[in-house]
């Protein structure tokens, strides 16, 4: 079961409490994680991604174990603590300022 953790916005457009639990199959990497997060929560579909290129939007980074994955590849396999759920993947809303 991988925990996944959203920011705000995105949890009240999934109209979700907390963090969201998912089965994911084969290898646990930033792709099958969104791609399980948007199969079970459609409406999330677009606001991560984008719908074309399936590239991270600009304003929102993955964190897991106290990294930033945001660079990383979508199909490098997430840590092993994220993989059995003793962590939770997040995905945070950035800021920009100046």
Request: glycine share 8%; charged share 25%.
């Amino acid at each position: 079961m991988i925990r996944v953790t959203l920011p705000p916005h995105l949890r009240k457009l999934a109209h979700v409490d907390g963090e969201v639990k998912l089965d994911v199959a084969g290898q646990i990497t930033q792709r099958s994680v969104l791609d399980a997060l948007e199969a079970r929560y459609p409406m999330l579909r677009g606001t991560i991604r984008d719908h074309v290129t399936q590239r991270r939007r600009a304003f929102v980074r993955f964190f897991a174990c106290g990294e930033d994955l945001s660079h990383e590849s979508p199909d490098a396999p997430l840590p092993d603590a994220v993989a059995i759920g003793a962590e939770s993947f997040m995905i945070v809303g950035a800021i920009a300022g100046g």
